[in-house]
Nanobody
Framework: QVQLVESGGGLVQPGGSLRLSCAAS????????MGWYRQAPGKERELVAN???????GYADSVKGRFTIFRDSAKNTVYLQMNSLKSEDTAVYYC?????????WGEGTLVTVSS
């Protein structure tokens, strides 16, 4: 079992930056993947970025060049650095991980991009 705790959401103006954090309850070396999804009002949950233990990272086309996912293994934490934010990035962001064939989710953190 894995518990995930997110932090870092909030209100930011268009063009601004935010960094989301997701702390895992076990070593991230033991996890097959970690990443972020988001769900905007009235829309389905979509993949934003993921980081695999072996094959590296991947991003949704809509965030490529603006968002960066990276890990701090000493803190068992994965981060999502979000730059050049747009109003369409407004959503609840969920951290997830995959461990022994099962997915685990955080409770979500709200990101609002508005002037």
């Amino acid at each position: 079992q894995v518990q995930l705790v997110e932090s870092g959401g909030g209100l930011v103006q268009p063009g601004g930056s935010l960094r989301l954090s997701c702390a895992a309850s076990r070593s991230i070396f033991s996890l097959d993947a970690m990443g972020w999804y988001r769900q905007a009002p009235g829309k389905e949950r979509e993949l934003v970025a993921n980081s695999f233990s072996i094959s590296g990272s991947g991003y949704a086309d809509s965030v490529k060049g603006r968002f960066t996912i990276f890990r701090d293994s000493a803190k068992n934490t994965v981060y999502l650095q979000m730059n050049s934010l747009k109003s369409e990035d407004t959503a609840v962001y969920y951290c997830y991980c995959s461990y022994i064939g099962k997915d685990y989710w955080g409770e979500g953190t709200l990101v609002t991009v508005s002037s």
